[in-house]
Structure formats: C-alpha cells, structure tokens
C-alpha cells in the first residue's frame, strides 16, 4: 500500500513565525466584546439581521466564537508557558468525556459572565437564552465519562500540564424517549449545527494500521526488525477544545480524533475500477468515530469497539511521540521522567502494547528501554467492582485485527509468566490466573492484567472499592505488587455544580463565607455554623425553594407531572442497572401508595419522587424497569385519593444539562446499590454539595460521604459489602417477604397486575427477579432497612427547621469531594506535574513561541 505523507505537515511545522503571534491581548470589556459578536454575526457568519423570533443559532454562534478568541489566545500562552518550563505532562486517555455544554462553564472560568450579559443585552438578546441553545456534548456513558471531563476542569484549574485525549464521535450518547412506557433510542447528532469551541488541525493528522501481517527479519545492524505490513490504515484527524483554568489565565487542550479515510481508498479501488466499493471501504474507514458504544454487555466484543480503543491509543501516542521528537530529537532517555499516561479504565489499555510497538518498531529501542519507558509512564484507573464488566477480547480478533500488538501481548505475558514463576515456583494455578491469556475454547485477553501488568500505578475510585480490589478482583497481582496499588477517591468540579448550577445557593454561600470556596472547596465547613442560624436557615430554605420550582417546571415539561415544591423531592438520578436498584425505590413508592390507599396516613411526609436515566438498549432488564416506573407512576398519579401526597415521574433523557437543575432542587438523593457493587458514585457528590441529604447503603464513595457529614446527617440502610457476600448462601426471598406485612402486600398488589392491567405478565420478569434466591442484588433483603430509613427520612423531613440544617450541613461537609483535592492527590502519588502558571497577558505582549502542539 502507498504511503503518502501528510502534505500540509512540513509547511506547518516549520512556517509560523513569532510575528504571527504579535498582538495586544484582546478586550475583554462589554464594549469590545459587543463589537467581536457583531463582527462575527455580520462578517464572519455573513448574517444580514436577526429578525425577533427566529432562532438563536447564530447569535449563539457569533457569541462563542468571541469567548473561543480569549481562549486560544490563553491557551497558547500557557503551551508556551509549559515549553518554556520544560514541564512534564499528564495525558489522560478516555474513551468518554462527557462535557455537556461548554459556553456557561468558559465564562464562569473566564470571568467573563457580567461582561458578555451586558454585551448581549446592548444587542437585545439574553445571555440565559443562548447558553440554552447550546447542545449537550454527550460523549460519554455517564460517572466514567463526566469524571474525566471534571478532572480536565480541576486540572486546568490548578495549572497542571494536562491534557485529554479521546474520540471526536459524530453521534455521543443516544437520546431517550419514552413511548407507552418504554425506553425508544434516538441518534445523538450532536454535531449537526456545527460546533463553534473546536478547532480542527489537519496538519496533526495521524496514520492508523490495522490487519495485514508482521514480517521479521534482522536489520543491518544484526537487530531483530519487525515490519508491519500490507494493513488497512484510517487516518486520525485531531480537533482541539480549549479547557480554561477558573481565572487564572491557564487553558488546557482537550484532542478528539475523527476518523478519515486515506487516499489510497480513493486511489486503489478507483484504479481496480470500482468506484462504488471505494465509497464504501472509505466510510467503513469512517465509521469507526461515528458512534459511542453504549455501555451494554450485549456488545461486548464487537470488533468495531476495539477499532475505537486502538485508534485512540495509537492516535494519541504516535502525536505525543511526534511532539517530542520535535523537541528531543531520537533520545528517549528522559522520556519517562516527562510524560505520563492515565487509563480511564482498561478501555485505552492497548496503550501498553502500542507505545512498546512504537518504541521498539518506529522508534529504534530495544524491548528492555521500551518496557522501562511503558512501566514508568503507565497508570490505570479500574472503575468496576463487576467481574463481568472486566474487559476481554478474543485472541483470534485482537490478533486480526492488530496482528503486530498480539505479539507483543504474547511477549509481555511470557515474560511476567516468568516472573510469576520466579516468585512462586511450581504454583501452576496461579500462573493460570495472573495469565494475561485466559485460556478455554476460544482464548481471551484480560485487558485489566495486561493493564496492570504495565502500569506502575493501579488506583480505585474509592476506599472500598480499591479495598474490594486488592482483596479480591486482583488479589494476586496486589500481593506481587502491593506498591502499585492505591486510592484516588473521585470528585466533582464545584465549578460547574455548584457556582454554575446552582448561582443562588452559591451567591448566598459568597455573601456568607466569601468566594474562596470556588477553588478551596474545603472552605464550605465556614457554613456549619450557620446551620443553626435561623436566618440563615431562612435563606437557605428559600433558596432550595426556588430550585425545587426550577426543577418542578422541567418535570411539568418533560413528564407531564405536576410536582408540589412544599413536598420532600427524592431524586435517583443515574444510568438504570438491576446493581443500583431502582427497583427497590419502586417498591417504596409502592408501599407509600398502599399505606395512602389504606388511609394509614395519620402522619405523612408528601412526597415527589424522581427517576431519571438511560438503559443500555441490549439490556432487557434495564428496560424494564424503566416501563415499571412508568407504569407505577401513571397508576399513583391518576389516583384521585393519592392527590398531592404522593407523585412519581420518569425523567426521560437524563443527561449533564439536567442534571445542573436537578441536583440543586432535590431534598433526598437516592445512592442505594447494593454494597460492594458501585465503585464510587459521583452523582452521591452533585446532591450532597447542593444541600440534599442521602439516603443510602455503605457502598463506593457514599461510605466517605456519611464519614463527612456525620451519620446523623445521613439516612443509612442496608447490608453492607461483608454482609452482601455472606448473605448469598441460603438467600430466601420468599421466606422475607412472608415474613414482612409491608413488603408481602407490595408484592401481592404487583403480581396482581395492578400497575399492567392490560398486559398481562407485563412484570413477571420483575417479579422473577425479585424472589429469584440467585438475585445477585438482595432486594429483598434490603426491603426492611430500607423502608426504615425512608420512613426515618420523612419524619425529619417534617421538622423543616431540622432538615434544613442538615441540608447545610452536607453542604459544608462537602469539601472532600471536589475534583480538586482528586488532581492534587493523583499529582501527588502518581503524574508529579509542576505547577505551571503562564506569563500575565499584559506583560506578553505576542510573545509566544512557534511550539507544535
Ligand atoms: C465497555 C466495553 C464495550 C462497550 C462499552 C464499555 C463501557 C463503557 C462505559 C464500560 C463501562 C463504562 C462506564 C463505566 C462507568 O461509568 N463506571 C462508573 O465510573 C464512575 C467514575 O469512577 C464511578 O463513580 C461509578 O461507580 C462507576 O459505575
């Protein structure tokens, strides 16, 4: 196959010159920013005028394409800053990044929100309006997802020198609607109006191989060469995103790869004479950004999906190997000192063989150097307690597909065998089990070992759950490895979820304590005081009000449920799956709906409840749930005898935008897996920052969260991780639930069939799954515990003085979990960044240099 060069590369690299950077800084007051929107609209977008009532699209546009200005303009001050300092750097490879909307979160950092609502308003349009029009990049699953775009904020926010690597889909996380109940999935094209914060750099393009064979054979020097040939390549296109710093002049790059085919696709079907089949090969080239996979068993293995990872992987590694070619020349010796790569999980993993190919094959270094540099650059996040959801590829498609990686796998495996060995001679079982081959009908590849096999760090996302690792999912590397392995308990950006999302709490929280809280996080313990302030619990409680109000009007939009803010708002908010029990919320509202209908209601809490997420298509479960949610609520809320006591609403399309209103209006934030299944949770965090209290079990982060808070702030329930493990021998649904009168007549009013009067069997599965002694997920078993806490939760609900203190209280109590404090312990233990800040706008004066980033 030709190889043709990249022909824009040599012109671009070698072109700039520093007077091309020669400029003042740009005005950042409303009168300069006023007159770049006009200029864009009118000239760059080439619009004549707005007529009222049209859309907002190009004002939108006008107006990003202003704030994107300050921004490159930062952000090449702080590449330059980075070069001066000879910084080391972190790369964060994801699959995800779930960012959401970009124009409110770049203004809030900027500083520049006052300024561009008045600018807008001297053109006759509203700020609020516009960041609306913006849509949601989805480019993620969720928590995996939105915590690698939260660290980009805090990373930004803290200058270190880092930056984001992942895939640039055309469709991100599918739409959800629900049609008689049942989840229907949309394509996402987010894309499709333009999006104005990327830009795209060509002359960065890079080649990706994929099939073919390996040709050995000794190189002039004698060296063992290994070629890869006769491959199918894809061409990886980077688009670049600005991530600014909160004030202070720092802006990071987030690089997603599109994938294009090459000309050869034109070139060889076009001289084979068939047009038709080039067309073809090029989109299948192209398909392999087109779309984010769900996070759904059922697709687990597809070819496609490896495709991705690999792409990613190389993409990222030929460009950072590119750029210090740039800079150092041939001499890898202090590569590792400078660089260091975090995996979002093993779905990047093919990093590990890939920089060993790069290094020995394109590179020049011998496998001793390369494995050095891998072992001393790699870390890897493990985001799952499943064993089920620990990623594997078949030998025979990895090896396909990637013929030259598989070697090195092989290579890499053969090699830690014989360390393995070393250490526990003649101990065959557990050569067996630390494999990075699983061995069986049709062989696989563990990507978490070969992950951790070529990592010097291998971190949880919580206590627990790191705990939970090292003690059982990788027990045997930990006691060959205790040193590689570590917590970094995960966090949220306040930026965006709390000043951003919440601009009346914040600004009550400002007027209080100061604004320090927006980037020391830990500054929020200032409000324990007031929590028993009654003014300020006046303030507070009016405050969470409002955004009850804000929230109650998208449930009156999106579902069609008219939400009473006097009632407790119990939200549970997440991607649906059996292992964060959903189902059990039902069975509450359920048992809540008996007791109304049976006039037990002497005391009662009212109360709205909220269910919100995305079911993965291919999960028959997941999806039923969603149905049953549907169907309980339209039975609760026609019931005229229920009245305001009692509402329940599925949020269709849970996505970040909803999100930034639901977490600030909600009372009770539902974190009910069942223990030892969620890694950490980060949603648990959004809540307990906006003054919701949780209900929950002693699973992922919430165990850290009560630790915070005080577990008298937080209702807690349920059997804990030990207590789930033991609990699964001789498990007995049925006998738990004749022996408990409210969960017994819950079940009884279901399998009647009085939420599925016209489909029969509707619910069996349900049911099934409930009383199912295999029920991996103990619902029953938690019924009891978790009806308690409920019940416990409405009664303090009903004391409003008392709630609100507690809803403070989590407030302050929230510190720890700021991504902030997560960066600054993964730079501590693992990346060893400096700190960079970049020169002051005004004493730069252009001077920044022709670096090739
Ligand atoms: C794998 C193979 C093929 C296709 C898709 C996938 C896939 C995609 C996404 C597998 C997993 C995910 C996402 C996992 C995830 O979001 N995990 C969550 O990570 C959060 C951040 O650490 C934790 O807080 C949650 O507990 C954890 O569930």
């Known amino acids: 196959m030709k190889r043709t060069s ?46 009222r009532g049209r859309s907002t699209h190009y004002p939108y546009q006008a107006t990003v394409l202003a704030i994107r200005d300050r921004l490159n303009e930062r952000l090449n001050n702080t590449r330059h800053a980075y070069e001066v300092a000879g910084a080391k750097h972190a790369y964060y490879l994801s699959l995800e990044f779930l960012m959401g909307r970009t124009l409110n979160n770049a203004l809030l950092n900027l500083g520049l929100g006052e300024e561009t609502e ?87 393009t890079r080649r990706i191989q994929y099939y073919g064979r390996t040709v ?95 792409f990613l992987a190389s993409a990222s590694l030929q460009d950072i190997l590119a750029r210090w070619e740039d800079q150092h020349g041939k001499d890898f010796s202090r590569f590792a000192e400078l660089n260091c790569f975090q995996l979002n999980d093993t779905h990047p993993s093919c990093a590990v063989p890939e920089l060993m190919r790069l290094l020995i094959d394109e590179h020049d270094q011998s496998w001793e150097t390369a494995w050095d540099i891998v072992t001393r650059t790699m870390a890897y996040t493990n985001h799952t307690l499943l064993p089920e959801a620990l990623e594997k590829w078949s030998v025979r498609l990895f090896g396909q597909l990637l013929p030259r990686l598989l070697e090195i796998v092989y290579e890499i495996n053969a090699r830690f065998l014989t360390e393995v060995a070393r250490r526990w001679p003649g101990d065959n079982a557990r050569l067996a089990r630390m494999s990075l081959i699983e061995e069986g009908p049709e062989p696989q590849i563990r990507m978490a070992y070969l992950a951790i096999v070529g990592s010097f760090s291998v ?63 830990d500054e929020l313990r200032k409000l324990a005081p007031l929590a028993d302030d009654p003014a ?42 059996e292992y964060k029990r959903q189902l059990l919320n039902v069975l509450h509202v359920v048992h809540l709906y008996i007791r109304i209908k049976q006039g037990e209601i002497g005391t009662f809490t009212p109360r709205c409840v909220l269910i919100g997420g995305k079911a993965a298509p291919g999960y028959f479960m997941a999806k039923r749930i969603i149905t049953f949610v549907c169907k309980v609520a339209e039975v609760v809320n026609g019931d005229p005898t229920v009245r305001d006591r009692l509402k329940l609403a599925f949020l269709p399309d849970y996505r970040v935008s909803a999100m930034e209103i639901i977490a600030p209006g909600s009372d009770l934030s539902e974190q009910i897996s069942t223990a030892g299944k969620e890694a950490s949770g980060t949603g648990n965090m959004k809540f307990m920052m906006n003054g919701a209290v949780t209900i929950g079990t002693l699973d992922g982060a919430n165990i850290e969260i009560r630790e915070e808070v005080g577990d008298e702030n937080f209702f807690l329930f349920g059997l804990t991780a030990r207590e789930v493990e033991d609990a699964r021998n001789g498990y007995n649904p049925d006998a738990i639930i004749a022996a408990d009168p409210d969960l017994k007549r819950v079940m009884e009013l279901i399998e009647s069939g009085h939420f599925n009067q016209f489909q029969p069997g509707l619910f069996d599965p349900i049911i099934k799954a409930i009383r199912s002694p295999h029920d991996p997920w103990l619902v029953a078993a938690d019924f009891r515990s978790y009806i308690d806490a409920q019940d416990r939760a409405a009664e303090t609900y009903r004391d409003q003085d008392r709630w609100t203190r507690m809803s403070i209280l989590n407030t302050a109590a929230s510190g720890k979990f700021s991504t902030d404090r997560t960066m600054e312990e993964y730079n501590a233990d693992i990346w060893k960044l400096p700190k960079v800040a970049p020169t002051p706008m005004q004493q730069l004066g252009g001077q920044v240099s022709n670096c090739c980033i």
């Open 459 to 521: 971190n949880g996302v919580a206590e627990l759950h790191s705990r939970l690792l090292q003690q059982g999912l990788f027990r045997d590397f930990h006691e060959l490895w205790p040193w590689k392995f570590n917590n970094k308990t995960n966090g949220v950006t306040q930026r965006r979820w709390l000043a951003s999302a919440n601009p009346l709490q914040s600004q009550l929280i400002t007027e209080t304590i100061g604004d320090g809280w927006i980037t020391r996080l």
């Open 118 to 204: 008045q600018a807008l308003r001297t053109l006759g349009f509203d700020l609020d309006e516009l960041i609306d029009t913006e849509a949601d990049a989805g480019l993620g699953n969720g928590g995996l997802g939105r915590l690698a775009a939260c660290f980009l904020d805090s990373c930004a926010t803290l200058q270190l020198p880092v930056m984001g690597y992942g895939i640039r889909y055309e469709y991100g996380m599918f739409r959800q609607h629900i049609e008689n109940g049942q989840q229907v999935e949309e394509p996402d094209h987010w894309l499709r109006n333009g999006n104005p914060w990327e830009l795209e750099k060509p002359e960065h």
């Open 536 to 577: 300020f619990r006046a303030r507070w409680a009016a405050v969470k009000r409002a955004n009850k109000e804000r929230l109650a009007e998208l449930v009156r939009k999106d579902c069609q449920v008219e939400f009473n803010p006097d009632a407790m708002f119990d939200v549970q908010v997440k991607r649906i799956h």
């Open 216 to 310: 050995h054979q000794s190189g002039p020097d004698g060296r063992l060469r290994v070629a890869w040939v006769d491959s199918h390549d894809v061409l990886a296109v980077p688009y670049d995103t600005p991530i600014p710093g909160y004030w202070n002049n720092t802006v990071n790059v987030l690089r997603l790869w599109k994938a294009a085919a090459t000309d050869e696709f034109d070139l060889d079907e076009f001289n084979a004479g068939s047009y038709t089949e080039s067309v073809a090969a090029k989109n299948a080239a192209e398909n392999i950004t087109m779309v984010l996979y769900p996070n759904d068993a059922s697709e687990n293995g597809k070819e496609l999906r490896l495709r991705q990872q690999y």
């Open 6 to 51: 990249n022909p824009l590369k040599p012109l671009l690299v070698s072109q700039p010159t520093d007077k091309l950077f020669e400029q003042p800084p740009l005005g950042v007051d409303a009168d300069t920013l006023a007159l770049d929107v006009r200029r864009y609209f009118a000239l760059f977008l080439g619009r004549y005028k707005h007529s």
